[in-house]
């Protein structure tokens, strides 16, 4: 939003520098986003044509002798409609820098004819709409400055983020932000009240509102008026905000509308039937906006319609079929507050957001401004249109909005900001806004402060007026308690540290996933939570495995790294029993290590990860993979168990998914269930005594069939052993038809006898090494 | 006796000279000081002589033994020093080539930015929540004084789910659940991944980061929050960082402010990232508004309290000088392994 420095010294009668302005009011109000100088440029004077001809080179220009003062004469190349020696044009000299179409104007060459300048249509000054032609002058002596001769006075303009204030619609115009500027600077705003209706009898205006919920006010009034174009002042006015000049009437609804914050409307009152009506549309009605758009309309739309149909979509646009154009010769004048939240909705749903659609857009606009933004309108008709009121007022106001009171308790203002703002300070920073405050605790609220409720909000207008820069800072003082430890949280960081230290790295994905991808991945998709309105394809369903997207992330780093480990520990969502929304935190790693086995690294990265929380080993268990798993390799991968109860997948991708999602090299992964994983774990894990007696290690090779799984055979082994076994491993896998057999292997074990006692003697590492190999031999015969 | 050390003496000294490697000395050093060395030997024959000569000779056996050792230990560090004396130029390499360096992994570095906050917050006594992502209307909005008919709660900026479920916008989804649970005074910080239905660009994204922090207890004012701000600034960026609050609104809060930066990209000079205003909006706070306070049944005629929603993202974005936001979720390991 754009307000402007010439409009705000209306109201206020003091020096202000835009500059220490912008700021102030960044601290105080509202942030400004851009200080902005408008206007004609200086260096844009009047020139006097000499001579004017066809380009030699082009069609569309003409080149022009151009006199610019009384011993200077320069070439333009100019183009549009030739203008004719005598006229009088504005001429940007070399180095103008025209904000308007955001040109800088040089010395250049136009298709072979050196030009020295420029001369300027409507358009390029800022002033008006009008490219086809440059501008011809009426008045003006060569060499005098454009801005000069036309009385068109430079401005600053302030550029608004009105998004942070939508709790504040007064601020939408410049009256309301002249009383704020005019409080943070200590000189209240001087608001003078436009002259009231004349109570004549005349004829009444027909209206009736039957969307009365819809519609807290509704006014308007017909009047003749005689159209034409807008005095320079105004027209400036509407530049300085960007806004073009129609005619008078139109500029004068919009000026009022940038001036109170209230959107007027003007209807071409011989075009339509009365009575208006303000009511829904029908579902399907159709009306074309004065930007000649034609929109179908729903039902729950507010539209404002004469007897046949609608004439404007309430608080958005008009109707182009009732325009005021430079025909009309009545017109009834509006003046209404609509329900915000309709309007917005309105305006989202038709994809039309209009100035007078974000005013109504705040949060509940003041009916009262009405009793301002109408008379005002009427009286700059009658000053600049010759207006005439030919009927009554009409006025739906079903409930006035009376002003309001808050009690202020001083003492808790000043402990709330923490600062020490005495009493007369507090009682002239509210005066200063426009509040009425007497001696006592009551303050008085204006109806256009919408937003001052309850003591909380005058605390805030206190702080801010006072500066929040002012308030000295003080660190809060209380128990020095600490504070309750995230148990949850303790294990995603030990969980994060243990696979970062196995040399995996963090990555993050997105908590969506593609119905493509699902599908490719063979998971089910009627398991995944739907969005409803996703921007994209990506977005439209959310992740119920993590395994998606981090094979997207393979995919992408294996074109730059032969060697990588990723994990993600984050959230899938999906639905329960009784439609719950169900959320698990999942920890899922994949690995890329050509030539090496991948099934045996992932394992020990996951080994790894439940040593580091504490979970002992004999509590894991791998159960072969289940058959109908499409997205895991159906031989090499492993649903695992602690404590009995399965809590994921460790092995490898299935290589077909790899291929159909373009990943080349294989992939070997865990997928864990947090929430279980960290129930298993330990916070202090037992201490093993380490023995200071020797330890004896013997080898034992074992021949089995390959169904037989080494967990059994080294749980067999444990079991006989006891606690002589100081360790047990795998060492050597052997697979050899000619010499351990068909669908055979060989293995073989080194197991590590040793006691926490005393020296095992050889006989007694034999009686036990005796009844491991029994034990063991007993499981590798099946 | 005395007689026969001497011939041993001289005898070994002149092998122990002669010796040309590690392993002849050790011959020599087993010949004459070995356990059945003719030393040892020699002086296990004393236990036949009288008193006064075992006098004589124990004391002169003694000295021996240890200076023919000594001579040994010598001759053996002599050996080792010459096998190693020209390492120098057999071994010499070009210390200028590059090391093999570990396989490591590195934590994203939201994660790191993340710990790094809980850190500066357990050490002012917070606690650490954590609330779920997909969230309901109430948590995300009822609960927070949200009008029923805000924009907010519209589908425009916010993800829907079918099942009525939202995409939490905010972790302050965490005040109402966590002032209900606890007793003032409450001090706690919520970090996690939220979501924003907008379309991504290199400034944009639907999915970011934020931890949202309060604090509530009897007395506490916008000047406690100006404080916990300042210091948590200087915690993170480990200097004095130039800052300001400013008026702000959302409807949780009032006041509500925005806390601003120097920008650190261009020190204040003014650049694209702060639109040359020389600051940036860096996280949002305000005092908590008493309907939220009542809707978690704490009483606002009693207690009062601060909040704020640090953007992650954004600070990590400051601190690295990253100009794409979009690089946190793409996996890449050439960004991620840079921190």
């Given at each position: 939003m754009k307000i402007s420095l010439n409009w705000i010294r209306d109201y206020i009668k003091a020096d202000i520098d835009p500059v220490?302005?912008?700021?102030?009011?960044?601290?105080?109000?509202?942030?400004?986003?851009?200080?902005?100088?408008?206007?004609?440029?200086?260096?844009?004077?009047?020139?006097?044509?000499?001579?004017?001809?066809?380009?030699?080179?082009?069609?569309?220009?003409?080149?022009?002798?151009?006199?610019?003062?009384?011993?200077?004469?320069?070439?333009?190349?100019?183009?549009?409609v030739a203008v004719k020696a005598g006229d009088k044009v504005p001429v940007a000299t070399a180095g103008t820098c025209l904000p308007a179409v955001n040109l800088t104007v040089g010395e250049r060459s136009l298709r072979g004819v050196a030009s020295q300048g420029m001369i300027c249509a409507q358009d390029e000054l800022g002033i008006g709409k009008d490219h086809s032609r440059v501008m011809v002058l009426e008045k003006g002596e060569v060499g005098q400055r454009v801005a000069e001769a036309l009385s068109i006075p430079g401005d600053t303009v302030l550029e608004i983020e009105n998004k942070s204030i939508p709790h504040r619609p007064d601020l939408m115009g410049h009256v309301g932000m002249a009383r704020e500027i005019g409080a943070i600077m200590g000189t209240p705003a001087v608001i003078p009240a436009p002259a009231p209706l004349d109570d004549a009898k005349l004829p009444d205006l027909k209206v009736s509102v039957p969307a009365q919920d819809a519609v807290p006010r509704y006014d308007a009034v017909m009047l003749e008026v005689n159209v034409g174009s807008s005095p320079d002042w105004l027209r400036a006015r509407l530049a300085s905000l960007g806004i073009p000049a129609i005619n008078n009437v139109v500029d004068i609804t919009n000026y009022v509308m940038f001036d109170s914050g209230e959107p007027l409307h003007a209807f071409d009152a011989d075009k339509i039937k009365l009575p208006i009506t303000v009511r829904l549309a029908q579902a399907g009605?159709?009306?074309?906006?004065?930007?000649?758009?034609?929109?179908?309309?729903?039902?729950?739309?507010?539209?404002?319609?004469?007897?046949?149909?609608?004439?404007?979509?309430?608080?958005?646009?008009?109707?182009?079929?009732?325009?005021?154009?430079?025909?009309?010769?009545?017109?009834?004048?509006?003046?209404?507050?609509?329900?915000?939240?309709?309007?917005?909705?309105?305006?989202?749903?038709?994809?039309?957001?209009?100035?007078?659609?974000?005013?109504?857009?705040?949060?509940?606009?003041?009916?009262?401004?009405?009793?301002?933004?109408?008379?005002?309108?009427?009286?700059?008709?009658?000053?600049?249109?010759?207006?005439?009121?030919?009927?009554?007022?009409?006025?739906?106001?079903?409930?006035?909005?009376?002003?309001?009171?808050?009690?202020?308790?001083?003492?808790?203002?000043?402990?709330?900001?923490?600062?020490?703002?005495?009493?007369?300070?507090?009682?002239?920073?509210?005066?200063?806004?426009?509040?009425?405050?007497?001696?006592?605790?009551?303050?008085?609220?204006?109806?256009?402060?919408?937003?001052?409720?309850?003591?909380?909000?005058?605390?805030?207008?206190?702080?801010?007026?006072?500066?929040?820069?002012?308030?000295?800072?003080?660190?809060?003082?209380?128990?020095?308690?600490?504070?309750?430890?995230?148990?949850?949280?303790?294990?995603?960081?030990?969980?994060?540290?243990?696979?970062?230290?196995a040399g995996q790295s963090e990555v993050y994905t997105y908590s969506f996933n593609d119905r493509k991808t699902i599908e490719q991945l063979g998971l089910p998709l009627q398991d995944h939570l739907k969005v409803m309105n996703a921007l994209s394809p990506e977005n439209e369903y959310m992740r119920a495995s993590l395994i998606p997207n981090l094979l997207g992330v393979v995919r992408l780093n294996e074109a730059n790294f032969n060697k990588f480990g990723i994990f993600e520990l984050g959230h899938v969502y999906y639905e329960g029993e009784d439609k719950k929304t169900i959320e698990e935190r999942m920890l899922c790693g994949m690995l890329i290590m050509p030539g090496e086995d991948l099934f045996k690294h992932a394992k020990g990265d996951f080994e790894y990860l439940a040593m580091r929380l504490g979970i002992p080993r004999k509590s894991l268990k791998y159960r072969p993979l289940e058959t109908g798993n499409a997205t895991f390799h159906p031989g090499q991968a492993a649903l695992v168990e602690a404590f009995g109860e399965a809590i994921g997948y460790v092995g490898r991708i299935h290589p077909q998914v790899l291929r159909s999602l373009g990943i080349k090299n294989e992939v070997g992964f865990f997928d864990i269930n947090f929430e279980k994983l960290s129930v298993a774990a330990t916070v202090i894990k037992g201490f093993v005594h380490i023995s200071e007696y020797p330890s004896v290690a013997r080898?034992?090779?074992?021949?089995?069939?390959?169904?037989?799984?080494?967990?059994?055979?080294?749980?067999?082994?444990?079991?006989?052993?006891?606690?002589?076994?100081?360790?047990?491993?795998?060492?050597?896998?052997?697979?050899?038809?000619?010499?351990?057999?068909?669908?055979k292997k060989a293995m073989t074990y080194r197991i590590i006898y040793q006691s926490h006692a005393k020296t095992l003697t050889d006989a007694e590492v034999e009686k036990v090494h005796s009844r491991?190999?029994?034990?063991?031999?007993?499981?590798?015969?099946? | 006796m005395l007689e026969k050390l001497k011939q041993i003496e001289s005898a070994a000294r002149a092998e122990i000279e002669k010796a040309g490697d590690e392993n002849a000395l050790e011959t020599v050093r087993l010949a004459y000081l070995g356990r059945k060395g003719k030393l040892p030997l020699l002086l296990r024959g004393m236990k036949d002589l009288s008193d006064e000569e075992k006098r004589a000779v124990g004391p002169a056996g003694n000295k021996l033994r240890q200076d023919l050792e000594s001579l040994v230990a010598a001759k053996s560090r002599e050996f080792l020093s010459r096998k190693y004396q020209d390492l120098a130029r057999r071994e010499k390499i070009d210390v200028t080539e590059p090391g093999i360096p570990p396989e490591y992994g590195e934590l994203h570095i939201i994660t790191q930015t993340r710990y790094e906050i809980e850190e500066i917050f357990k050490s002012m006594g917070y606690e650490i929540t954590s609330t779920p992502e997909v969230d309901s209307e109430y948590y995300c909005f009822t609960s927070l004084n949200f009008p029923a008919d805000h924009p907010a709660r519209s589908d425009w900026d916010t993800f829907k789910l079918e099942n009525g479920m939202i995409p939490r916008v905010h972790t302050?989804?965490?005040?109402?659940?966590?002032?209900?649970?606890?007793?003032?005074?409450?001090?706690?910080?919520?970090?996690?991944?939220?979501?924003?239905?907008?379309?991504?660009?290199?400034?944009?994204?639907?999915?970011?980061?934020?931890?949202?922090?309060?604090?509530?207890?009897?007395?506490?004012?916008?000047?406690?929050?100006?404080?916990?701000?300042?210091?948590?600034?200087?915690?993170?960026?480990?200097?004095?960082?130039?800052?300001?609050?400013?008026?702000?609104?959302?409807?949780?809060?009032?006041?509500?402010?925005?806390?601003?930066?120097?920008?650190?990209?261009?020190?204040?000079?003014?650049?694209?990232?702060?639109?040359?205003?020389?600051?940036?909006?860096?996280?949002?706070?305000?005092?908590?508004?008493?309907?939220?306070?009542?809707?978690?049944?704490?009483?606002?005629?009693?207690?009062?309290?601060?909040?704020?929603?640090?953007?992650?993202?954004?600070?990590?974005?400051?601190?690295?000088?990253?100009?794409?936001?979009?690089?946190?979720?793409?996996?890449?390991?050439?960004?991620?392994?840079?921190?």
């Amino acid at each position: 939003m754009k307000i402007s420095l010439n409009w705000i010294r209306d109201y206020i009668k003091a020096d202000i520098d835009p500059v220490d302005l912008a700021r102030q009011m960044t601290m105080h109000i509202v942030e400004v986003e851009d200080v902005i100088t408008t206007g004609i440029p200086p260096s844009v004077v009047i020139g006097e044509i000499i001579e004017s001809k066809s380009h030699p080179n082009s069609d569309q220009l003409q080149v022009a002798q151009v006199k610019i003062s009384a011993d200077k004469i320069l070439q333009i190349v100019y183009g549009g409609v030739a203008v004719k020696a005598g006229d009088k044009v504005p001429v940007a000299t070399a180095g103008t820098c025209l904000p308007a179409v955001n040109l800088t104007v040089g010395e250049r060459s136009l298709r072979g004819v050196a030009s020295q300048g420029m001369i300027c249509a409507q358009d390029e000054l800022g002033i008006g709409k009008d490219h086809s032609r440059v501008m011809v002058l009426e008045k003006g002596e060569v060499g005098q400055r454009v801005a000069e001769a036309l009385s068109i006075p430079g401005d600053t303009v302030l550029e608004i983020e009105n998004k942070s204030i939508p709790h504040r619609p007064d601020l939408m115009g410049h009256v309301g932000m002249a009383r704020e500027i005019g409080a943070i600077m200590g000189t209240p705003a001087v608001i003078p009240a436009p002259a009231p209706l004349d109570d004549a009898k005349l004829p009444d205006l027909k209206v009736s509102v039957p969307a009365q919920d819809a519609v807290p006010r509704y006014d308007a009034v017909m009047l003749e008026v005689n159209v034409g174009s807008s005095p320079d002042w105004l027209r400036a006015r509407l530049a300085s905000l960007g806004i073009p000049a129609i005619n008078n009437v139109v500029d004068i609804t919009n000026y009022v509308m940038f001036d109170s914050g209230e959107p007027l409307h003007a209807f071409d009152a011989d075009k339509i039937k009365l009575p208006i009506t303000v009511r829904l549309a029908q579902a399907g009605e159709k009306i074309t906006t004065i930007d000649s758009k034609e929109r179908e309309l729903k039902a729950t739309h507010l539209v404002i319609a004469d007897t046949d149909r609608p004439i404007a979509i309430a608080g958005i646009m008009g109707g182009k079929a009732s325009e005021v154009t430079s025909e009309t010769k009545r017109v009834v004048l509006e003046a209404a507050v609509f329900y915000g939240p309709g309007v917005w909705k309105t305006s989202r749903e038709i994809g039309l957001t209009t100035d007078a659609s974000i005013r109504f857009s705040k949060k509940a606009l003041d009916p009262n401004i009405v009793d301002y933004a109408l008379p005002k309108a009427v009286e700059m008709l009658k000053e600049l249109a010759g207006a005439k009121i030919i009927s009554n007022r009409y006025s739906h106001y079903p409930r006035p909005v009376q002003h309001w009171t808050v009690d202020l308790d001083f003492n808790r203002a000043r402990k709330f900001i923490g600062a020490e703002i005495v009493d007369e300070e507090i009682r002239k920073i509210l005066r200063n806004l426009g509040l009425e405050v007497g001696e006592g605790s009551a303050i008085t609220i204006p109806t256009y402060r919408t937003d001052l409720t309850g003591p909380e909000d005058l605390y805030e207008e206190i702080a801010r007026t006072y500066g929040y820069d002012r308030i000295p800072k003080k660190l809060p003082v209380g128990e020095l308690r600490p504070a309750t430890e995230n148990v949850e949280l303790h294990w995603e960081r030990v969980a994060r540290e243990a696979l970062t230290t196995a040399g995996q790295s963090e990555v993050y994905t997105y908590s969506f996933n593609d119905r493509k991808t699902i599908e490719q991945l063979g998971l089910p998709l009627q398991d995944h939570l739907k969005v409803m309105n996703a921007l994209s394809p990506e977005n439209e369903y959310m992740r119920a495995s993590l395994i998606p997207n981090l094979l997207g992330v393979v995919r992408l780093n294996e074109a730059n790294f032969n060697k990588f480990g990723i994990f993600e520990l984050g959230h899938v969502y999906y639905e329960g029993e009784d439609k719950k929304t169900i959320e698990e935190r999942m920890l899922c790693g994949m690995l890329i290590m050509p030539g090496e086995d991948l099934f045996k690294h992932a394992k020990g990265d996951f080994e790894y990860l439940a040593m580091r929380l504490g979970i002992p080993r004999k509590s894991l268990k791998y159960r072969p993979l289940e058959t109908g798993n499409a997205t895991f390799h159906p031989g090499q991968a492993a649903l695992v168990e602690a404590f009995g109860e399965a809590i994921g997948y460790v092995g490898r991708i299935h290589p077909q998914v790899l291929r159909s999602l373009g990943i080349k090299n294989e992939v070997g992964f865990f997928d864990i269930n947090f929430e279980k994983l960290s129930v298993a774990a330990t916070v202090i894990k037992g201490f093993v005594h380490i023995s200071e007696y020797p330890s004896v290690a013997r080898d034992l090779t074992l021949t089995m069939d390959e169904k037989v799984s080494n967990e059994d055979v080294e749980w067999a082994m444990q079991e006989a052993g006891g606690d002589l076994i100081k360790q047990l491993d795998l060492i050597d896998i052997y697979r050899d038809v000619a010499k351990v057999g068909e669908g055979k292997k060989a293995m073989t074990y080194r197991i590590i006898y040793q006691s926490h006692a005393k020296t095992l003697t050889d006989a007694e590492v034999e009686k036990v090494h005796s009844r491991v190999i029994e034990a063991a031999g007993r499981v590798a015969k099946g | 006796m005395l007689e026969k050390l001497k011939q041993i003496e001289s005898a070994a000294r002149a092998e122990i000279e002669k010796a040309g490697d590690e392993n002849a000395l050790e011959t020599v050093r087993l010949a004459y000081l070995g356990r059945k060395g003719k030393l040892p030997l020699l002086l296990r024959g004393m236990k036949d002589l009288s008193d006064e000569e075992k006098r004589a000779v124990g004391p002169a056996g003694n000295k021996l033994r240890q200076d023919l050792e000594s001579l040994v230990a010598a001759k053996s560090r002599e050996f080792l020093s010459r096998k190693y004396q020209d390492l120098a130029r057999r071994e010499k390499i070009d210390v200028t080539e590059p090391g093999i360096p570990p396989e490591y992994g590195e934590l994203h570095i939201i994660t790191q930015t993340r710990y790094e906050i809980e850190e500066i917050f357990k050490s002012m006594g917070y606690e650490i929540t954590s609330t779920p992502e997909v969230d309901s209307e109430y948590y995300c909005f009822t609960s927070l004084n949200f009008p029923a008919d805000h924009p907010a709660r519209s589908d425009w900026d916010t993800f829907k789910l079918e099942n009525g479920m939202i995409p939490r916008v905010h972790t302050s989804t965490a005040q109402n659940r966590v002032m209900k649970t606890r007793k003032p005074p409450i001090r706690a910080i919520n970090p996690g991944r939220c979501f924003r239905n907008e379309r991504t660009d290199a400034r944009h994204e639907h999915t970011f980061y934020q931890v949202e922090g309060f604090y509530v207890d009897e007395g506490v004012s916008i000047a406690n929050l100006a404080a916990t701000m300042s210091e948590v600034l200087y915690q993170v960026f480990k200097k004095k960082i130039e800052h300001r609050l400013r008026p702000g609104y959302f409807p949780f809060v009032e006041p509500g402010f925005e806390l601003d930066i120097k920008c650190q990209i261009c020190g204040g000079k003014g650049c694209p990232v702060c639109k040359y205003t020389s600051w940036v909006e860096l996280w949002p706070c305000g005092m908590i508004h008493p309907n939220v306070l009542k809707e978690a049944g704490v009483d606002p005629e009693k207690y009062s309290g601060f909040a704020f929603g640090l953007g992650l993202d954004r600070l990590v974005m400051m601190r690295y000088k990253i100009n794409d936001i979009r690089l946190f979720h793409r996996g890449d390991l050439r960004f991620l392994k840079q921190f």
